[in-house]
C-alpha cells in the first residue's frame, strides 16, 4: 500500500466517522468529477510529476457560498489572493485536518522536518508561498489570486518523481453576477513512475478509498469556511 492509500485508510476515514452530525455538516458540498479538460492535466507540474501520463484517481468538491456570509476583510483583499489563503489557512489548521495531523507527526516530525509547518497556530498563520512544506506530506507549488495547489502523497524531501504522488488545488473564486463565492478542493492522485494508461485503466485507489477521500474532502471543506472564512455569527 502506498503511503498515499495508507494516509487516506487511517485518517480519511477515522475523521469521518468521528464527525458529528457528518450529513448534515456537509450536506452543500457537492463531489463532482474534474473533467478531462481541466486546466490541471495541461499543467506543466502535471507532466513534470506524471511524465508517463499514468490513470489517476481525482474528485472535485464544490461548495458555493452567498457573499454576504464571508468575512469582508476577505473580499477586500481578493485581488492578492487573501480569500484563498484563509481557505487555506482553515484546510491545513482546521479540525478537518487534525486528525491526520497529529497521526504524520507522530510518524515524521523529526530534526529533519523542523522547518515544516506543524503546529495549529503556524498552520492558521502562515501565508502559504511557493515552497511551504506542510507536515511532511505536502508542499506549496503553484499559487495565484484564486488558487493555491500542493503536491501530495509523499514527502516533499523526495522531489524527483515519485510512485505515491498527486495535485491537490484549493480554489476561491468570487462570482459577483451569482452573488456567491465557489470554493473547491480539487484532487488527482497517480503514480508518476508508471507506465502509460492503457484504455480503461482505473487510477491508483481503490473504489472505497477514493469515496472515503472525497467524504473528508467535504469535512476539509465544512471546517474550513466554518472556521476561517465565513463571518462570526
Not at 468570487?174 to 485503466?201: D, H, I
Request: proline share 6%.
Amino acid at each position: 500500500m502506498t503511503v498515499l492509500s495508507k494516509t487516506l485508510a487511517i485518517t480519511g476515514w477515522s475523521a469521518l466517522g468521528g464527525t458529528a452530525g457528518y450529513y448534515a455538516l456537509t450536506r452543500h458540498n457537492r463531489i463532482v468529477p474534474v473533467p478531462p479538460t481541466d486546466y490541471i492535466f495541461n499543467h506543466t507540474l502535471y507532466a513534470r510529476y506524471n511524465p508517463n501520463n499514468a490513470p489517476v484517481t481525482q474528485d472535485l468538491c464544490v461548495r458555493q457560498v452567498p457573499i454576504t456570509k464571508i468575512n469582508p476583510e476577505l473580499l477586500e483583499g481578493k485581488e492578492d489572493g487573501k480569500l484563498v489563503t484563509a481557505f487555506c489557512q482553515g484546510i491545513w489548521g482546521g479540525l478537518g485536518f487534525a486528525y491526520q495531523r497529529r497521526f504524520l507527526e507522530k510518524k515524521y516530525r523529526g530534526p529533519e522536518t523542523a522547518s515544516m509547518l506543524w503546529d495549529r497556530p503556524a498552520l492558521k498563520e502562515s501565508q502559504y508561498p511557493i515552497g511551504t512544506q506542510i507536515t511532511d506530506h505536502f508542499e506549496v507549488v503553484s499559487r495565484n489570486p484564486t488558487s493555491i495547489i500542493v503536491r501530495c502523497g509523499d514527502s516533499p524531501r523526495k522531489m524527483e518523481v515519485r510512485e505515491s504522488d498527486g495535485l491537490f488545488e484549493m480554489t476561491a473564486e468570487v462570482k459577483e453576477k451569482e452573488g456567491v463565492v465557489e470554493f473547491g478542493l480539487k484532487s488527482v492522485f497517480y503514480n508518476g513512475t508508471a507506465p502509460e494508461a492503457e484504455e480503461g485503466q482505473m487510477g491508483p485507489m481503490s473504489p472505497w478509498i477514493q469515496w472515503a477521500h472525497a467524504q473528508y474532502d467535504k469535512i476539509l471543506m465544512e471546517t474550513s469556511l466554518r472556521g476561517h472564512v465565513l463571518k462570526v455569527r
